[in-house]
């Protein structure tokens, strides 16, 4: 989903509103060198998940850029850049990085302007008026009042929607996994309801012998334990697990370099585990629900680890974690067929929203059809009358 950065070292204490954007390390006495300047073009694709993902990188990507902005990101305190005290620098960045952080700006408002356009004619409201500048309201990372330059309120607006989105993420993503799953076990009731006796209970046997393969795997080390890592230091390093060192360990395993495991270079840890309990080729295994066991792992380990929530874990956090109890001799770690992702009670309300859906399509298609018989039967006695007239007119 998010996968390297493009920011700079002195950079690092934003990259927590925005997960991985890539980045370059650059050692700190470079900054006392006065680098040729840069050819402003956009940053390598990359995805944070947001739905202005694009304008996202590129804004941060051009402000870093800028050695100003860049020097105040360094000595600016998360809480502070959340507060939106940083976006007032943005009046002394340099003349062509506003012209094109303006340019941006344009072009987004374009963008979300076609959208617009896209959803109104997929809805069908060719003949209707649209207010974009109504509309453009709901885009709350953008000043809509102003669409044509980039200024503090802008920069200021998208760091604030940039934080309250990432740190919804994962509650966002619990619920979705959770309609997912809600969805598969009611369709998988529906097919059983079309099925006589027979078929049904043979269709009920093959779904437990499933969960049975399914949950029948090597035991699964807990995630960020000694036991996990020691796996991937012999399987995946091909290093002795006897001379286990979290320090080389770290710098192995931070493949770009710049002093912290992101949230992508924590999750490809897990892979050899999953491994044990998922396979693509297996009618049981579930890919989506491989992922989503990916991400589980990810953000426990985040949660125990990251002490300072910047969605980042450094050497000297990761450090500390492995001299703790729970790193030497951890719980152990339940996979996701036995922590079921919804309650009874949620199934049965899913259900009865799913029934209410259903039961107001089938009286809307109830209402278009009456609504066309009811047409149909005007036409014919349109016809009808109209025959009439024609045979009056007819007679001598």
Request: proline letters at 4%; aromatic letters at 6%.
């Amino acid at each position: 989903m998010w996968r390297g950065r493009v920011l700079v070292h002195c950079g690092l204490v934003i990259l927590s509103l925005w997960l991985c954007i890539q980045a370059v390390p650059i050692a700190v006495d470079n900054t006392k060198v006065n680098p040729p300047e840069e050819k402003l073009e956009p940053p390598p694709s990359t995805d944070t998940g947001l739905h202005y993902d694009r304008y996202l990188r590129e804004v941060i990507d051009f402000l870093e850029k800028d050695k100003h902005f860049r020097e105040k990101l360094h000595n600016t305190k998360m809480e502070d850049i959340k507060q939106g005290k940083l976006a007032k620098e943005l009046d002394f960045v340099s003349h062509h990085v506003r012209t094109r952080l303006d340019e941006l700006k344009r072009q987004e408002v374009n963008r979300l302007r076609m959208l617009i356009k896209a959803k109104q004619d997929v809805q069908g409201g060719h003949d209707i008026t649209v207010d974009h500048k109504a509309l453009l309201k709901q885009f709350e990372y953008l000043n809509h009042v102003n669409p044509h330059t980039f200024e503090v309120e802008d920069l200021d607006r998208l760091i604030k929607s940039a934080t309250s989105d990432l740190e919804n993420f994962d509650k966002d993503r619990h619920e979705e996994f959770k309609r997912y799953e809600m969805a598969k076990e009611h369709d998988r009731r529906e097919h059983l309801k079309s099925l006589d006796e027979e078929h049904r209970k043979k269709e009920e046997d093959h779904y437990e012998d499933m969960k049975k393969k399914h949950a029948d795997h090597p035991k699964i080390n807990h995630p960020g334990s000694q036991d996990q890592l020691k796996e991937v230091w012999k399987d995946s390093d091909g290093l002795d697990p006897n001379e286990f060192d979290p320090k080389t360990f770290f710098k192995l395993h931070d493949t770009n370099g710049d002093g912290y495991f992101d949230e992508q270079e924590l999750e490809a840890l897990f892979t050899k585990e999953l491994e044990k309990i998922y396979d693509p080729h297996q009618e049981e295994d579930d890919m989506i629900e491989m992922e989503e066991e990916r991400l589980r792992m990810r953000e426990h380990v985040m949660n125990e680890v990251d002490t300072n929530k910047d969605r980042l874990i450094s050497l000297k956090e990761f450090l500390i974690a492995t001299n703790k109890k729970e790193f030497l001799e951890p719980d152990s770690w339940e996979t996701l067929e036995q922590n079921q992702a919804y309650t009874n009670e949620e199934m049965m309300e899913f259900e009865k929203h799913l029934a209410r859906e259903q039961s107001d399509l089938n009286q809307k298609g109830h209402d278009l059809q009456k609504q066309r018989d009811e047409l149909e039967r005007q036409q014919a006695q349109l016809n009808a009358q109209k025959l009439e007239l024609q045979q009056i007119q007819a007679l001598p």
